[in-house]
Protein backbone atom coordinates (compact mmCIF):
# COMPACT_ATOMS: atom_id res chain seq x y z
CA UNK A 1 0.00 0.00 0.00
CA UNK A 2 1.24 3.55 -1.18
CA UNK A 3 -0.02 6.92 -0.06
CA UNK A 4 -1.30 8.97 -2.81
CA UNK A 5 0.58 11.47 -4.99
CA UNK A 6 -0.99 14.40 -6.37
CA UNK A 7 0.54 16.39 -9.58
CA UNK A 8 0.11 20.38 -8.75
CA UNK A 9 1.35 21.48 -11.49
CA UNK A 10 -2.23 22.22 -12.81
CA UNK A 11 -2.37 24.62 -10.28
CA UNK A 12 0.48 26.58 -10.62
CA UNK A 13 0.45 27.49 -14.37
CA UNK A 14 -0.42 31.00 -15.35
CA UNK A 15 -3.39 29.69 -17.98
CA UNK A 16 -7.12 29.05 -17.10
CA UNK A 17 -6.80 25.57 -18.29
CA UNK A 18 -6.27 22.30 -16.71
CA UNK A 19 -10.12 22.54 -14.60
CA UNK A 20 -10.37 18.49 -14.93
CA UNK A 21 -7.26 18.03 -13.62
CA UNK A 22 -7.73 20.36 -10.65
CA UNK A 23 -10.82 18.69 -9.38
CA UNK A 24 -8.97 15.06 -9.38
CA UNK A 25 -6.14 16.96 -7.76
CA UNK A 26 -8.73 17.99 -4.93
CA UNK A 27 -10.83 14.91 -5.08
CA UNK A 28 -7.52 12.34 -4.26
CA UNK A 29 -6.71 15.15 -1.54
CA UNK A 30 -9.69 15.05 -0.04
CA UNK A 31 -10.20 11.60 -0.01
CA UNK A 32 -6.39 10.88 1.38
CA UNK A 33 -7.60 13.60 4.55
CA UNK A 34 -10.48 11.97 5.29
CA UNK A 35 -8.95 8.14 5.55
CA UNK A 36 -5.73 9.00 7.00
CA UNK A 37 -4.33 12.35 6.38
CA UNK A 38 -1.04 11.96 4.50
CA UNK A 39 -0.24 12.37 0.67
CA UNK A 40 2.40 13.78 -1.47
CA UNK A 41 3.07 16.42 -3.79
CA UNK A 42 4.58 17.08 -7.17
CA UNK A 43 5.32 19.46 -8.81
CA UNK A 44 5.12 21.83 -6.07
CA UNK A 45 7.45 24.51 -7.26
CA UNK A 46 10.15 23.95 -4.49
CA UNK A 47 13.00 23.74 -6.90
CA UNK A 48 14.42 20.17 -6.38
CA UNK A 49 17.93 21.72 -6.41
CA UNK A 50 17.57 23.52 -3.42
CA UNK A 51 15.93 20.52 -1.55
CA UNK A 52 19.34 18.44 -2.22
CA UNK A 53 21.63 21.13 -1.15
CA UNK A 54 19.59 22.07 1.88
CA UNK A 55 19.81 18.72 3.08
CA UNK A 56 23.29 18.42 2.38
CA UNK A 57 24.21 21.35 4.16
CA UNK A 58 22.57 20.60 7.32
CA UNK A 59 23.88 17.35 7.21
CA UNK A 60 27.31 18.98 7.31
CA UNK A 61 26.19 21.26 10.36
CA UNK A 62 24.67 18.60 12.53
CA UNK A 63 27.89 16.44 11.87
CA UNK A 64 29.89 19.37 13.19
CA UNK A 65 30.87 18.61 17.48
CA UNK A 66 28.36 19.22 19.75
CA UNK A 67 30.26 21.68 21.67
CA UNK A 68 30.31 23.66 18.13
CA UNK A 69 26.40 23.17 17.66
CA UNK A 70 25.58 24.07 21.25
CA UNK A 71 26.38 27.54 20.46
CA UNK A 72 23.68 27.94 18.25
CA UNK A 73 20.77 27.80 20.68
CA UNK A 74 18.35 30.46 20.04
CA UNK A 75 17.57 32.75 22.79
CA UNK A 76 14.95 31.20 25.72
CA UNK A 77 12.19 34.11 24.67
CA UNK A 78 11.72 32.69 21.23
CA UNK A 79 8.15 30.99 21.14
CA UNK A 80 9.42 28.12 20.18
CA UNK A 81 13.18 26.42 20.87
CA UNK A 82 14.64 27.88 17.84
CA UNK A 83 18.32 27.10 16.67
CA UNK A 84 20.32 23.97 17.69
CA UNK A 85 18.99 20.92 19.86
CA UNK A 86 19.33 17.66 21.36
CA UNK A 87 16.62 15.54 22.84
CA UNK A 88 17.88 14.58 26.31
CA UNK A 89 19.30 11.11 26.43
CA UNK A 90 16.26 9.76 28.25
CA UNK A 91 14.27 10.42 25.73
CA UNK A 92 12.70 7.55 23.87
CA UNK A 93 13.23 10.08 20.76
CA UNK A 94 16.43 9.77 19.21
CA UNK A 95 17.47 12.78 17.09
CA UNK A 96 18.71 16.25 17.05
CA UNK A 97 17.51 19.41 14.78
CA UNK A 98 18.12 22.55 13.84
CA UNK A 99 14.66 25.00 13.77
CA UNK A 100 13.85 28.57 12.05
CA UNK A 101 11.40 30.54 11.88
CA UNK A 102 10.50 33.09 9.59
CA UNK A 103 14.06 34.76 7.94
CA UNK A 104 12.51 37.92 9.05
CA UNK A 105 11.97 37.63 12.90
CA UNK A 106 14.42 38.32 15.56
CA UNK A 107 14.98 34.73 16.74
CA UNK A 108 16.81 32.58 14.68
CA UNK A 109 20.35 32.10 15.70
CA UNK A 110 22.57 31.32 11.88
CA UNK A 111 25.84 29.27 12.20
CA UNK A 112 28.28 30.95 9.68
CA UNK A 113 29.21 27.32 8.68
CA UNK A 114 29.00 25.62 6.44
CA UNK A 115 29.21 27.87 4.10
CA UNK A 116 25.91 29.21 2.48
CA UNK A 117 23.74 27.77 5.11
CA UNK A 118 21.66 30.07 5.78
CA UNK A 119 21.44 31.30 2.49
CA UNK A 120 20.16 28.01 1.29
CA UNK A 121 17.66 27.45 4.60
CA UNK A 122 16.12 30.84 4.25
CA UNK A 123 15.05 30.45 0.42
CA UNK A 124 13.92 26.89 1.55
CA UNK A 125 12.04 28.85 3.87
CA UNK A 126 9.98 31.17 1.14
CA UNK A 127 9.48 28.43 -1.46
CA UNK A 128 7.65 26.07 1.74
CA UNK A 129 5.70 29.38 2.37
CA UNK A 130 4.44 29.76 -1.06
CA UNK A 131 3.71 26.37 -1.20
CA UNK A 132 1.82 26.37 2.41
CA UNK A 133 -0.15 29.27 1.16
CA UNK A 134 -1.07 27.04 -2.35
CA UNK A 135 -2.06 23.80 -0.34
CA UNK A 136 -4.07 26.27 2.03
CA UNK A 137 -6.33 27.18 -1.02
CA UNK A 138 -6.47 23.40 -2.36
CA UNK A 139 -7.37 22.32 1.42
CA UNK A 140 -10.61 24.95 1.13
CA UNK A 141 -11.54 23.85 -1.77
CA UNK A 142 -11.54 20.26 -0.63
CA UNK A 143 -13.51 21.61 2.41
CA UNK A 144 -16.12 23.54 -0.24
CA UNK A 145 -15.57 26.38 2.09
CA UNK A 146 -16.05 30.12 0.94
CA UNK A 147 -13.35 31.61 -1.23
CA UNK A 148 -10.36 32.38 1.22
CA UNK A 149 -11.81 31.56 4.01
CA UNK A 150 -8.74 29.71 5.28
CA UNK A 151 -6.56 32.47 4.15
CA UNK A 152 -8.64 34.96 6.02
CA UNK A 153 -8.89 32.40 9.41
CA UNK A 154 -5.03 31.90 9.54
CA UNK A 155 -3.68 35.10 7.93
CA UNK A 156 -0.81 35.54 10.41
CA UNK A 157 2.17 33.31 9.38
CA UNK A 158 5.02 34.29 11.58
CA UNK A 159 4.73 31.14 13.64
CA UNK A 160 5.30 29.02 10.67
CA UNK A 161 8.93 26.96 11.39
CA UNK A 162 11.41 24.67 9.84
CA UNK A 163 13.38 22.17 11.42
CA UNK A 164 15.91 20.38 10.07
CA UNK A 165 16.35 16.70 11.69
CA UNK A 166 19.14 14.27 11.48
CA UNK A 167 18.32 10.65 13.44
CA UNK A 168 20.53 8.56 15.14
CA UNK A 169 20.95 5.14 13.20
CA UNK A 170 20.43 2.10 15.64
CA UNK A 171 24.04 1.00 17.89
CA UNK A 172 22.72 -2.63 19.23
CA UNK A 173 19.73 -4.88 18.82
CA UNK A 174 18.65 -3.25 22.34
CA UNK A 175 18.75 0.28 21.21
CA UNK A 176 15.03 -0.03 19.83
CA UNK A 177 13.95 0.98 16.12
CA UNK A 178 12.42 4.47 17.41
CA UNK A 179 13.65 8.00 16.09
CA UNK A 180 10.65 9.58 16.72
CA UNK A 181 7.76 7.75 18.42
CA UNK A 182 3.94 7.88 17.35
CA UNK A 183 2.47 11.15 17.27
CA UNK A 184 -0.14 13.25 15.94
CA UNK A 185 1.18 17.18 14.11
CA UNK A 186 -0.62 19.91 16.18
CA UNK A 187 -0.71 22.45 13.38
CA UNK A 188 -2.32 22.50 10.28
CA UNK A 189 -0.50 20.45 7.92
CA UNK A 190 3.13 19.98 7.64
CA UNK A 191 6.05 19.49 4.72
CA UNK A 192 8.02 16.69 5.07
CA UNK A 193 11.42 15.79 2.87
CA UNK A 194 13.34 12.69 3.39
CA UNK A 195 16.45 11.71 1.85
CA UNK A 196 17.18 8.24 0.26
CA UNK A 197 17.34 6.39 3.95
CA UNK A 198 13.60 6.26 4.58
CA UNK A 199 12.14 5.65 7.74
CA UNK A 200 8.88 7.79 7.94
CA UNK A 201 5.80 5.74 8.29
CA UNK A 202 2.20 6.40 8.65
CA UNK A 203 -0.65 4.54 10.33
CA UNK A 204 -3.48 3.31 8.39
CA UNK A 205 -6.70 1.03 9.64
CA UNK A 206 -4.02 0.15 12.07
CA UNK A 207 -1.21 -0.72 9.72
CA UNK A 208 2.30 1.18 9.50
CA UNK A 209 2.50 2.26 5.49
CA UNK A 210 5.89 3.20 4.95
CA UNK A 211 6.30 6.70 2.91
CA UNK A 212 9.49 5.46 0.48
CA UNK A 213 11.34 8.48 -0.39
CA UNK A 214 11.34 10.19 -3.38
CA UNK A 215 13.32 13.23 -4.40
CA UNK A 216 10.54 14.55 -6.23
CA UNK A 217 7.95 15.07 -3.86
CA UNK A 218 7.20 16.55 -0.92
CA UNK A 219 4.97 14.45 1.78
CA UNK A 220 2.21 16.11 3.21
CA UNK A 221 0.62 15.17 6.45
CA UNK A 222 -2.50 16.81 7.87
CA UNK A 223 -2.54 18.28 12.02
CA UNK A 224 -4.88 18.58 14.49
CA UNK A 225 -6.00 21.79 13.72
CA UNK A 226 -7.86 20.90 10.18
CA UNK A 227 -8.74 17.92 12.35
CA UNK A 228 -10.92 19.89 15.02
CA UNK A 229 -12.22 22.32 12.19
CA UNK A 230 -13.93 19.73 9.87
CA UNK A 231 -15.07 18.06 13.10
CA UNK A 232 -12.80 15.12 12.31
CA UNK A 233 -13.94 14.67 9.09
CA UNK A 234 -10.25 15.36 7.92
CA UNK A 235 -7.90 13.09 10.01
CA UNK A 236 -4.64 14.10 11.95
CA UNK A 237 -1.91 11.99 10.32
CA UNK A 238 -0.78 9.93 13.04
CA UNK A 239 2.56 8.73 12.15
CA UNK A 240 6.41 7.83 13.03
CA UNK A 241 9.95 7.65 12.34
CA UNK A 242 11.70 3.89 12.64
CA UNK A 243 15.74 4.59 12.47
CA UNK A 244 17.55 2.39 10.29
CA UNK A 245 20.83 0.35 11.07
CA UNK A 246 24.17 2.17 10.30
CA UNK A 247 23.47 5.11 8.48
CA UNK A 248 22.05 8.71 9.78
CA UNK A 249 18.57 9.68 8.63
CA UNK A 250 18.38 13.46 7.17
CA UNK A 251 14.99 15.30 5.90
CA UNK A 252 13.57 18.75 7.05
CA UNK A 253 9.67 19.35 8.03
CA UNK A 254 8.34 22.53 7.45
CA UNK A 255 5.07 23.41 9.84
CA UNK A 256 2.29 25.47 8.22
CA UNK A 257 1.36 26.66 12.03
CA UNK A 258 -1.73 29.12 13.39
CA UNK A 259 -0.99 32.45 15.15
CA UNK A 260 -1.21 31.44 19.32
CA UNK A 261 -4.33 33.73 20.06
CA UNK A 262 -6.15 32.26 18.04
CA UNK A 263 -9.37 30.19 19.47
CA UNK A 264 -10.40 26.62 17.58
CA UNK A 265 -13.59 24.64 17.26
CA UNK A 266 -15.47 22.72 15.05
CA UNK A 267 -17.00 24.85 11.82
CA UNK A 268 -20.49 25.68 11.56
CA UNK A 269 -20.25 23.90 8.38
CA UNK A 270 -19.41 20.01 9.97
CA UNK A 271 -21.71 20.90 12.77
CA UNK A 272 -25.14 22.89 13.50
CA UNK A 273 -25.51 23.34 9.52
CA UNK A 274 -25.47 19.35 9.13
CA UNK A 275 -27.22 18.40 12.35
CA UNK A 276 -23.77 17.32 13.60
CA UNK A 277 -22.81 17.84 17.31
CA UNK A 278 -19.32 19.42 18.31
CA UNK A 279 -16.34 16.27 18.80
CA UNK A 280 -14.55 19.37 20.69
CA UNK A 281 -14.83 21.95 22.73
CA UNK A 282 -13.44 25.31 21.81
CA UNK A 283 -9.63 26.14 23.31
CA UNK A 284 -7.23 28.17 22.41
CA UNK A 285 -3.85 27.19 20.30
CA UNK A 286 -1.09 28.42 22.15
CA UNK A 287 -2.92 26.66 25.39
CA UNK A 288 -2.17 23.54 23.12
CA UNK A 289 0.92 24.38 21.92
CA UNK A 290 1.99 24.99 25.55
CA UNK A 291 0.89 21.88 26.54
CA UNK A 292 2.44 19.86 23.54
CA UNK A 293 5.77 21.28 24.31
CA UNK A 294 5.69 20.16 27.58
CA UNK A 295 5.57 16.26 26.64
CA UNK A 296 8.42 16.63 24.80
CA UNK A 297 10.25 18.96 27.60
CA UNK A 298 9.06 17.24 30.58
CA UNK A 299 8.02 13.73 29.11
CA UNK A 300 5.52 12.40 31.40
CA UNK A 301 6.03 8.76 33.08
CA UNK A 302 3.30 7.18 31.38
CA UNK A 303 2.64 7.34 27.12
CA UNK A 304 -1.00 7.66 27.85
CA UNK A 305 -0.54 10.82 29.86
CA UNK A 306 0.49 12.49 27.05
CA UNK A 307 -1.66 15.93 26.01
CA UNK A 308 -3.11 14.82 22.56
CA UNK A 309 -5.99 16.48 20.55
CA UNK A 310 -7.99 13.82 21.97
CA UNK A 311 -7.60 16.50 25.47
CA UNK A 312 -10.28 19.00 23.96
CA UNK A 313 -12.72 15.43 22.69
CA UNK A 314 -16.09 16.34 23.91
CA UNK A 315 -18.87 13.32 24.74
CA UNK A 316 -20.16 11.50 22.41
CA UNK A 317 -24.11 12.46 22.23
Not at 45 to 69: C, M, N, T, Y
Not at 222 to 244: M, W, Y
Request: with cysteine; aromatic share 12%; glycine share 6%.
Amino acid sequence: MEIPTVDLSPFLKSSGDGAAAKNNAITTIRQACEEYGFFQIANHGVPLHLISRALQLSGEFLAFPDDQKLQYAAPSEAPLPAGYRQHPPESADKLEYFLMFDPKSGFNVMPPNPPDFREVLEEMFGHFRKTGELMEQILNDCFELPPDFLKTFNGDRSWDFMVALRYFPISSESDGKNGLLEHEDSNIFTFVIQDDVGGLEVKKAGEWIPVVPNPDTIVVNIGDVLQVLSNKKFKSATHRVARPKGRDRHSFAFFYNIEGEKWIEPLAKFTEDVGEAAKYKRFQYKEYQAMRMKNKTNPPERPEDEVRITYYELPAR
